[in-house]
């Protein structure tokens, strides 16, 4: 694919979504934190439903610390991996405690390194709570990345990196946003719905 039909792409993603707000409901950075790490194999719909209910009662690493692993549990049981999750939470909230006075460190290097935080997690809260210019790569995105043209990789680290590469800088704060909508309601796994696509004469699916 060639940078002027990545640049149209962009621009017809952007008026369609001129403003795009992640799914995931969330207060601050710590809330962001939380609810991308709840978020892996479960939809943001059930996560929303789980930290809707564990926000009004513990919403910081001081309040999660002193509800407990055990109770905390009880919140998000109905999410994928909940056992892991409250004990990477938990660990977490320990370390942002006793390394950063509670607050979410604005560095890759030192959200990686939390327990339970990939590169993904981390590229979300940098590029959504400090506006770093990072593209997340999650299952949408490398499906629609592929699947276009528009970004190809064999692996998410492979189209991250083509991504950041060919997505202009102007484009790169809410390209994940932008993507990871239109993987989410258009361009869909089993059958993607290009009879409403918005990039339809742009994309190069039948072509790959």
Excluded at 28 to 53: H, M
Aim: hydrophobic share 40%.
């Amino acid at each position: 694919m060639n940078k002027n039909k990545r640049i149209q792409i962009l621009m017809r993603l952007q008026n369609k979504h001129n403003h795009p707000v992640i799914e995931l409901n969330f207060q601050s950075p710590f809330e962001l934190l939380i609810a991308v790490l709840l978020s892996a194999k479960s939809t943001d719909a059930r996560v929303n439903k789980a930290t809707d209910k564990l926000y009004r009662v513990a919403n910081t690493p001081e309040t999660i610390l002193a509800l407990g692993t055990e109770e905390l549990k009880k919140y998000i049981k109905s999410l994928g991996l909940f056992n892991r999750k409250s004990e990477n939470i938990t660990k977490l909230c320990y370390i942002l405690l006793e390394k950063y006075a509670g607050n979410v460190p604005e560095d890759r290097t030192a959200l990686q390194a939390l327990p339970g935080v990939g590169r993904k997690t981390a590229n979300v809260v940098l590029n959504i709570a400090f506006g770093w210019r990072t593209i997340a790569v999650d299952t949408h995105i490398f499906r629609v990345s592929n699947r276009t043209g528009f970004a190809l990789g064999k692996n998410v680290k492979e189209v991250e990196e083509k991504l950041l590469k060919v997505v202009p800088r102007r484009f790169q704060i809410y390209c994940h946003s932008w993507l990871i909508l239109h993987g989410r309601y258009t361009c869909i796994a089993r059958k993607p719905h290009c009879h409403n696509c918005v990039i339809q004469d742009l994309c190069e699916y039948e072509k790959n």
